[in-house]
């Protein structure tokens, strides 16, 4: 049958409602976004407070000093921090035509988080699922992010609708699994990997924060949550452990203040270094 918009034969599209064509073009753009990205990394943890942002910040910006092309997305929806930790609240994101524009932070990472779309960046988001799914894709499919080496996705704790958005949309996406080392926040760290292994995603490791806390005064190390919960649990599951980083005061300091590398000891800045070469041995 002949369309009557366009004349060919059985186009299929022309018939499509407006509703169906922005669908379609989502699902296109999204695929193209996708296809274009080497890595997909989802941080995740069980428990909020853990570290998984300041996990996710540090990756994406020791792979993109390293020269990697890479883009942080942050779909903590009802508590964002990546802006916060970079230094972008109060900086609106802005569009070109139908794309949104990411913030360019240095020459290889960008980043996009619901903040930027917040006129007052201490209003609180009151979105139920499906509203949140539609601004998780579109943070994939509508924003002009160019092609990556390595997505790193910072999600909320737990296993709602966006790890399971994120989940379901990226099929090769892996994940990179945040614990504190004390029994409680581990707990919750294995119902995350068995979300994971429920929705077929990988498991790329395990990081453990806040592990030990360097005394500046006397140099010895402090286990204030006990240390190698994060080891036992990588064990347990049989996936490797990506590395330990300490409780270290800069880290706070520099996150407050939007500047994330700003002093930090040399101790931490190793164990973020070598947290990065894992991941990208695991990787590549
Ligand atoms: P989550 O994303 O799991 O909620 P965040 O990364 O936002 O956790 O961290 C929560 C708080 O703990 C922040 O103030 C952050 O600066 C701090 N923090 C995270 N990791 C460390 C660490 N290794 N040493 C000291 N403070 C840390």
Known sequence: MECESCNQSDCGSCSQSPEQKAQAEQIKNLKNFLDGVKHKLVVMS??????????????ALELSKQGYKVGLLDVDLHGPSVA???????????????????????ENLKAVTVQGLLEDPDSA???????????????????????????IIDCPPGTGDEP?????????????VVTTPQKVALADVRKSINFCNQL?????????????FVCPNC?????????GGGEKLA??????????????PQIVDSEDD???????????????????????????
């Open 258 to 284: 939007g500047d994330p590398l700003k002093n930090l000891s040399d101790h931490t800045r190793k164990a973020l270094t070598d947290l990065t070469k894992k991941v990208i041995e695991y990787t590549i």
């Open 84 to 106: 916060g930790m970079l230094g972008l609240v109060g900086f609106p994101l802005n569009s070109i035509g139908k794309k949104i524009v990411p913030y360019q932070y240095n």
């Open 164 to 176: 399971l958005t994120i989940a379901q949309e990226i099929k090769d996406a892996k994940a990179i």
């Open 235 to 248: 064990e347990e599951f049989k996936l490797p452990l990506l590395g330990k980083l300490p409780i270290d």
């Open 219 to 227: 140099n010895t190390v402090h286990n204030i949550f006990k240390t």
């Open 125 to 151: 988001l009151i979105w139920r699922g499906p509203l949140k799914i539609g601004v998780i894709k579109q943070f994939m499919s509508d924003v002009d992010w160019g092609p990556l080496d390595y997505l």
């Open 200 to 212: 077929s995603m990988k498991v790329l490791g395990i990081v453990e924060n806040m592990s030990g």
């Open 46 to 59: 069980g428990k909020g407070g853990v570290g998984k942002s300041t996990v996710a910040v540090n990756i």
